[in-house]
């Protein structure tokens, strides 16, 4: 018989039954983990195939949060999208907290610190039990919900990281294990394919969208319109198309630096007209034809203008063709929000190219109308030299002949006093070809002498010369601004009269007493004729640019009934402060 095993050591017997333990437990977590994944799969194919529906970029995002809580039981889920640049998060995207608990937290996370900015530096699958005990974490804002389960799986398009699944608090108190581990990575993977199609469809939008954008403002200017017009159009298609919170054109001033001509915003906006100076360190680079991008407008130290404060990102693009810098095209957007992409950079680069040729042409038609009115200049004062003052000394000389030859001294009085008008005459005449001699440049600079060259000009293509009245001391009390708005409001005034009303006559009046709505003294242009008036669903491009400029300098503009005796004609008033 054999003797009993001593205390604490095994029988023979005993190393085999605990093998068989140990391969019994062995099959046991083989066949969950085979019911498990048998369970899970059908689950996983169909969200694989949720997430690769639609090409829309943020419903994506969205979808995919979505689907990858369900997946793996969690409660919440977000995708934080890294920034072009690695630093911080670009979008983040949630699941799982309603829209009240989102506007208590507040702000988003920006991925600059704790686990989320270490995940961006480190896109490696992280679980962890509790997301408190991690040393990488920095806890939660107020209002925030509690969450100790962590889940993050870095997301790839391309072989690039796009951005980083964040999945926690498992439900019913547990932690998430390996299968949802393995799910959530396979998950990620086909999220990646779907992002990058969904990137590529939204590039593609893009680009149409900008290569609309050219079009519109090549069609507004090849459809007739004045160039200001052109520049309105240029300035609201960049805002749309850059998501921005203005579109602005500046052109370069004639004392230095830049000003801002046109002028595109939700609200009436006083920058038009605005000098930036010379010496700002932009201006300098954008007329060098360097394109200028700034993270915030408004704590940028090279920003000089107080007009910067409301804005945060800003593209400054020179608007330059064949070398030549022909101005500035600005699109800020609101402060706080997104800065600008590559993309949109590349893109509006190219629509600033265009913008520049749309330019260039309006500068050329300008050019051509300039001419044109200058040749008509030159054939009238030929005209009036070569044929009307010829024939008018003649005539004196006819009349002083017969003035000899009479003997009434009645008549001889008469005839006297006719010759003398026929001189005064002949010198206002010569006076008049002098000034359709002289050049714009020289010109004196008083604001009445450039209404009156205005309504000079005017009289060659209208046929007639618009009367004229100054009430007031128009050339000391209207300030420079005004004053050049004032003129380009009337060269507008007398294009459309010209253009559209079959007028046979205009009245001009400049009244630099007048008395605002709100109490102020001002100037007010009134152009009034008798033409055919303004038709029902004319168009009205022109007179919303003169309520424009006069609304930028706080003043206002309207039209009404004209001179014709049955009210018929129009009258267009301008007034703005001094």
């Known amino acids: 018989m054999a003797a009993p095993p001593e205390p604490g050591v095994p029988s023979p017997a005993e190393p085999a039954a605990s093998s068989a333990e140990a391969a019994t437990r062995a099959t046991r977590s083989l066949q969950g983990l085979s ?20 090409l829309e970029l943020h419903s994506t995002l969205d979808r995919i949060c979505e689907t990858a809580a369900e997946l793996a039981d969690a409660k919440y889920a977000a995708i934080g999208v890294v920034a072009e640049d690695g630093d911080g998060l670009s979008d983040f995207v949630y699941h799982g907290v309603d829209d009240a608990t989102a506007r208590l937290i507040g702000r988003l996370p920006d991925g600059h610190r704790g686990l989320l900015g270490a995940l961006i530096h480190d896109p490696t ?24 389960t962590f889940l993050g799986v870095p997301i790839r398009v391309q072989g690039e990281i796009f951005g ?16 949802d581990l393995n799910m959530v990575r396979v998950l990620a993977t086909e999220a990646g394919i779907a992002i990058g199609n969904a990137r590529l469809y939204e590039a593609a939008k893009q680009r149409e969208r900008w ?43 004639s004392e230095g630096g830049m000003e801002i001509v046109a002028v595109a915003s939700d609200g009436p906006s006083a920058a038009l ?6 010496e700002s360190e932009i201006v300098c680079e954008l007329l060098d034809g360097q394109a200028v991008f700034v993270e915030d407008a408004a704590t940028d130290p090279r920003v000089l203008t107080d007009l910067a404060r409301d804005y945060g990102p800003a593209m400054m693009l020179p608007l330059q063709s064949d070398g030549r810098v022909l101005g500035t095209l600005v699109m800020p957007r609101a402060r706080g ?25 309006a500068e050329a038609q300008r050019d051509r109308e300039r001419l044109a009115v200058f040749e008509d200049r030159d054939r009238i004062a030929r005209d009036l030299h070569d044929l009307v003052i010829q024939r008018l000394f003649a005539t004196g000389m006819m009349l002083e002949g017969a003035q000899r030859r009479s003997v009434v001294p009645e008549v001889q009085a008469g005839i006297g ?6 001189d005064v005459t002949i010198q206002e005449i010569r006076t008049a070809i002098f000034a359709l001699q002289q050049g714009p440049a020289e010109a004196p600079s008083g604001l009445r002498t450039r209404v009156l060259r205005e309504i000079n000009m005017a009289a060659v293509p209208l046929g007639f010369k618009p009367s004229h009245r ?23 005034a007398l294009s459309n009269a010209f253009r559209h009303a079959q007028a046979g006559h205009i009245d001009v009046v400049v009244d630099a007493g007048a008395i605002l709505p709100d109490g102020r003294q001002g100037v007010r242009l009134t152009v009034a004729d008798d033409g055919v008036g303004i038709p029902e669903g004319g168009r009205r491009s022109g007179l919303k640019n003169l309520k424009r400029r006069a609304e930028s300098l706080g003043g206002d503009s309207w039209y009404g009934p004209g001179l014709g005796d049955d009210g018929g004609g129009t009258t267009v008033v301008w007034q703005a402060p001094y």
């Not at 994944?37 to 694989?48: N, S």
């Not at 590349?346 to 629509?351: G, S």
């Not at 006093?417 to 026929?422: G, P, R």
């Not at 009430?471 to 004053?483: A, H, K, S």
Request: aromatic share 4%; with cysteine; proline share 7%.
């Open 35 to 54: 019911t498990e994944l048998t369970a899970r799969v059908p689950q996983l194919l169909e969200a694989m195939r949720s997430v690769g529906t639609g």
């Open 125 to 148: 699958p992280v679980r962890l039990a509790d997301l408190s005990e991690d040393p990488r974490s920095c806890g939660f804002p107020a209002h925030h919900p509690p969450m100790r």
């Open 164 to 179: 980083n699944l964040y999945l926690t608090e498992k439900r019913g108190g547990g932690e998430f294990n390996d299968y």
């Open 211 to 253: 290569i609309d954008g050219s079009v519109a403002v090549t069609t507004a200017l090849l459809s007739g319109g004045d160039a200001e017009d052109a520049l309105q159009v240029v300035a609201e298609q960049a805002r749309q198309l850059s998501d921005s919170a203005a579109g602005i054109v500046l052109l370069p001033a």
């Open 273 to 278: 007209g605005v000098i930036v100076p010379p």
């Open 337 to 361: 929000a997104r800065p600008f992409t590559e993309v949109e950079r590349t893109l509006a680069t190219q629509f600033a190219s265009q913008a520049a040729l749309a330019l260039m042409m």
């Open 417 to 422: 006093k006719s010759v003398d008008e026929l």
């Open 470 to 492: 100054f009430l007031g001391p128009v050339d000391t009390v209207v300030g420079e601004l005004t004053g050049k708005n004032l003129i380009a409001a009337l060269r507008e």
